[in-house]
């Protein structure tokens, strides 16, 4: 990849490498799961805009970052495919994230109620990823509680809002098989207690998971490490140096 060649100092990137780690882990988890790359803060200090247009070649099902700087910096780059920014929003910022079209982590009611209003102030319609939280504390919907809150998602759901996705973060996958598994059950016995829609994106799985356990892949898998050429985990197949 190559961005200015006047400059004195420079990273080399193949990017022939990258595409062919896309390429590993889509073989690994077949052709029923979809990639998710994670391409938050300038695709792991890559380039944000190469990147992406070199994993386009990977038919993903879309594009994960962070914050909703880095969404609409996608869109300014004309990236048509599916946004989806999996970090809360400032609250002042989320009618701009629904204009821009791009799909939300919810985490909490808060950001449901504020999400769902913004909606109906732009007049579009606002697409939802719930998270629920297995065991990583950190964030998330409760998953021992789903009567709590899916009141307010189904309120959400009969103003508009598409529910198009369900994911969890994973604390350990890098170094633990037992405790993927155990979150997969807590993840599969939230949704059993909820009216979910048919060909809702199931994520669940990071590029340790899915490598581990590529059994849990779902419909799709958040990959980040593995594709810039860092190791997942112990014991797990090493991708082709990026860097």
């Known amino acids: 990849m190559?961005?200015?060649?006047?400059?004195r100092?420079?990273?080399?990137?193949?990017?022939?490498?990258?595409?062919r780690n896309a390429y590993a882990l889509q073989q690994v988890v077949g052709p029923g799961s979809q990639l998710i790359p994670m391409v938050k803060a300038?695709?792991?200090g890559v380039g944000l805009s190469?990147?992406?247009?070199?994993?386009?070649a990977s038919n993903p099902w879309g594009f994960g970052v962070a914050t909703l700087s880095e969404g609409l910096e996608l869109r300014r780059l004309?990236?048509?495919y599916p946004i989806l920014v999996v970090s809360p929003l400032p609250p002042a910022s989320t009618e701009l994230a629904v204009e821009a079209g791009?799909?939300?982590?919810?985490?909490?009611p808060e950001s449901l109620r504020l999400v769902t209003s913004a909606a109906e102030r732009v007049g579009r319609a606002a697409d939802?990823?719930?998270e629920i939280d297995t065991g990583i504390g950190r964030a998330g919907f409760n998953w021992k509680d789903v009567g709590s809150w899916k009141r307010c998602l189904d309120d959400a759901i009969k103003l508009g809002v598409r529910w198009a996705g369900s994911y969890t973060h994973l604390h350990s996958a890098d170094e633990d098989h037992d405790t993927v598994l155990e979150q997969w059950t807590r993840f599969q016995e939230a949704l059993r207690q909820l009216d979910v829609p048919d060909n809702m994106l199931i994520h669940i799985v990071n590029s340790a998971g899915a490598l581990r356990l590529p059994e849990l892949a779902a419909s799709a898998i958040r990959t980040g490490?593995?594709?810039?050429?860092?190791?997942?985990g112990v014991g797990l197949p090493d991708p082709e140096p990026v860097v």
Do not use: M
């Open 225 to 232: 490490i593995f594709l810039y050429g860092g190791r997942a």
């Open 9 to 19: 100092a420079w990273v080399e990137v193949q990017a022939d490498a990258l595409l």
């Open 42 to 44: 300038d695709a792991y």
């Open 128 to 130: 939802i990823h719930i």
């Open 78 to 80: 004309g990236v048509a």
């Open 50 to 56: 190469q990147t992406v247009r070199t994993l386009e």
């Open 2 to 7: 190559l961005t200015n060649p006047r400059d």
């Open 102 to 108: 791009l799909q939300l982590g919810i985490s909490n």
